[in-house]
């Protein structure tokens, strides 16, 4: 991957995290955004690069953090949104909070990347990844604000590649299938929930931050400056692959 400036928010989560390393073992240079202030301030320590504490649902704070980003880099190549929540009820049970919650999360703050990359970026380009689920292709019980959430996240990132096609600044995201990381915790560390969410993965194992950080990183790559507009499926096939039971060793 080429060296780059970029900006990720979320950086204090497991892909956002997974992703800033990454980035940064390839020689870029990462502004790393999020709430936790203790979980960035170790991680900025870690790999040495600058933090910004900000909540991605304030858009004012968000366009703020790329106008600050340009003016300690001097450049920004590209940007990531790894902000997200998991809601887990039906409908019936999804209260209002819920709902305004789960839409702030994951789409208010993809539309806040948008705006400001827009705003920011369009004069020199450059890549903007968003992330999506594969529950948007796929219909899993119990999941409707989250996949409604984020099926604004593919129709914005589609619409914004159409818009924004002729000022070199490309739009794409990344739909995953259940990735072990702090947020999924109390899924994948439940032994029955895991083996059952493991059957549903045609790969037959859940996602790892890494699994997901490497595609974004390749989205981000200058190299790959022919591809906009695309949701693409980091899932272990959970979105389109019904494999054979797998059998006993033996």
Same mark, same amino acid.
């Given at each position: ?100 919650? !789960?839409?702030? &999360? ?9 705006? /400001? @990359?827009? $705003?920011? %970026?369009?004069?020199? +380009? ?54 072990? !990381?702090?947020? &999924? ?9 895991? /083996? @059952?969410? $493991?059957? %549903?993965?045609?790969? +037959? ?46």
């Amino acid at each position: 991957m080429q060296a780059g400036k970029f900006l990720v928010f979320g950086a204090s989560g497991g892909i956002g995290s997974a992703l800033a390393r990454r980035l940064v073992s390839s020689g870029s240079q990462v502004m790393l955004a999020g709430r936790n202030r203790e979980k960035l301030e170790s991680l900025a320590t870690d790999i040495d690069q600058p933090l910004a504490v900000v909540d991605a649902i304030d858009t004012t704070a968000v366009e703020d953090c790329f106008k600050a980003t340009l003016e300690r880099f001097g450049s920004l190549d590209g940007v990531a949104n790894c902000v997200g929540t998991i809601l887990l009820k039906p409908a019936h049970l999804t209260s209002d909070d819920d709902w305004q919650q !789960t839409l702030a &999360t994951n789409l208010t703050t993809a539309f806040a990347t948008v705006r /400001a @990359a827009g $705003r920011t %970026m369009r004069k020199t +380009g450059g890549s903007v990844v968003l992330i999506s689920t594969a529950a948007t292709q796929i219909g899993l019980a119990n999941h409707e604000a989250v996949a409604a959430s984020k099926a604004g996240v593919n129709g914005l990132a589609i619409s914004a590649a159409a818009t924004y096609a002729s000022s070199g600044l490309r739009f794409n995201v990344v739909a995953p299938g259940l990735v072990e !990381t702090p947020l &999924t915790e109390r899924i994948w560390s439940n032994p029955f929930a895991a /083996a @059952a969410s $493991r059957e %549903m993965h045609g790969v +037959g194992r859940l996602g790892k931050p890494d699994d997901i950080a490497s595609a974004i990183a390749w989205l981000l790559d200058p190299e790959n400056s022919w591809i906009t507009g695309e949701v693409i499926s980091v899932d272990g096939g959970l979105s389109r692959v019904r494999a054979l039971p797998r059998r006993s060793p033996g």
